[in-house]
Nanobody
Framework: VQLQASGGGLVQAGDSLRLSCAASGRTFSSYALGWFRQAPGKDREFVAAVTRSASLTYYADDSVKGRFTISRDNAKNTVYLQMNSLKPEDTAVYYC????????????????WGQGTQVTVSS
């Protein structure tokens, strides 16, 4: 599967953005999906994940929980990350990823990655 992330940009603190990740292929619903981010000089970190059926979602920790929402539309082969109340510390390149089977917070377990989209939050 090929993933194409979009929706990043430069915003001010407190603003919102919605990232999208469109996938090719007819087996989209077979994959668990996740969003990760990588800030300059830091390791890639888990942000959120959603199960194949969208019945369950998972978030990294209190840093994003309550502000970010992951969702998917299997009919459109797309996964979303709604980001509200953005903070300067959310600045990073955001990546979508797909893996067979169950969700995971471990980047190494994902099989496919999008190219990343830059999110910059100014104070």
């Amino acid at each position: 599967v090929q993933l194409q992330a979009s929706g990043g940009g430069l915003v001010q603190a407190g603003d919102s953005l919605r990232l999208s990740c469109a996938a090719s292929g007819r087996t989209f619903s077979s994959y668990a999906l996740g969003w990760f981010r990588q800030a300059p000089g830091k390791d890639r970190e888990f942000v959120a994940a959603v199960t194949r059926s969208a019945s369950l979602t998972y978030y990294a920790d209190d840093s994003v929980k309550g502000r970010f929402t992951i969702s998917r539309d299997n009919a459109k082969n797309t996964v979303y990350l709604q980001m509200n109340s953005l903070k300067p510390e959310d600045t990073a390149v955001y990546y979508c990823a797909a893996k067979w089977g169950t969700t995971s917070a471990q980047a190494a377990e994902y099989n496919y990655w999008g190219q990343g989209t830059q999110v910059t939050v100014s104070s």
